[in-house]
């Protein structure tokens, strides 16, 4: 078994903040970031005068962002083209990836991985499992697994056949209970 050098987040990734002022009648499309690491969400236009932050920040596509307050649950991801240019608040922090070091898709599995949501969660500081909040500084210090170059790419190569083979498995699943949800409601009413 190969064991790959642990790396701090703070190494491989740079903090970046391209800024804009929020002002009261002007609409801002903004992005959250689902926990469990599954990725961002459009959260829709928001007009200014409903936003308490001053100052929003703009991500784009193949930045990597997290949430303050649910880094610990997984709330991590890499920018996908989809959410390019959209706004996140300050409780988001935004990073280029440090594409000599790390490829972004392979930071993307990462952001999915279980051990390194475990890893915030025990560096989170705050009263209450809901409350925990992980600082910029506890998520640059957390480790994780870098390979060289092309044992990065063969990962990322593998995981995609395995989402791939879930993704089936998932359609067969939908189809199986759209079937048996039919057949139920036509024995019910008599029509078998």
């Not at 936003?51 to 880094?71: C, D, E, M, N, P």
């Not at 280029?96 to 949501?117: F, G, K, N």
């Amino acid at each position: 078994m190969t064991s790959y050098m642990q790396r701090p987040l703070g190494e491989l990734l740079v903090r970046v903040s391209d800024s804009v002022t929020v002002e009261p009648g002007t609409s801002y499309e903004t992005a959250g970031i689902y926990s469990y690491g599954r990725g961002l969400f459009k959260r829709g236009g928001l007009d200014g005068a409903s936003i308490s932050y001053t100052r929003l920040f703009k991500i784009r596509s193949g930045q990597l962002v997290f949430s303050r307050l649910f880094a610990w649950e997984g709330a991590i991801a890499v920018v996908t083209d989809e959410f390019d240019g959209l706004l996140v608040s300050p409780e988001f922090p935004v990073y280029e990836i440090r594409e000599d070091l790390v490829h972004p898709a392979y930071m993307s599995q990462i952001c999915t991985w279980p051990a390194l949501h475990d890893s915030l969660r025990d560096k989170a500081s705050g009263m209450g499992n809901r409350r925990q909040r992980v600082n910029v500084d506890q998520f640059e210090r957390a480790t994780i697994p870098v390979p060289s170059r092309d044992d990065q790419m063969r990962i990322i190569e593998r995981l995609g056949v395995v989402r791939d083979v879930c993704e089936r498995i998932d359609e067969v699943a939908r189809r199986s209970q759209a079937l048996r949800v039919s057949f139920l409601s036509a024995a019910f009413s008599g029509k078998l």
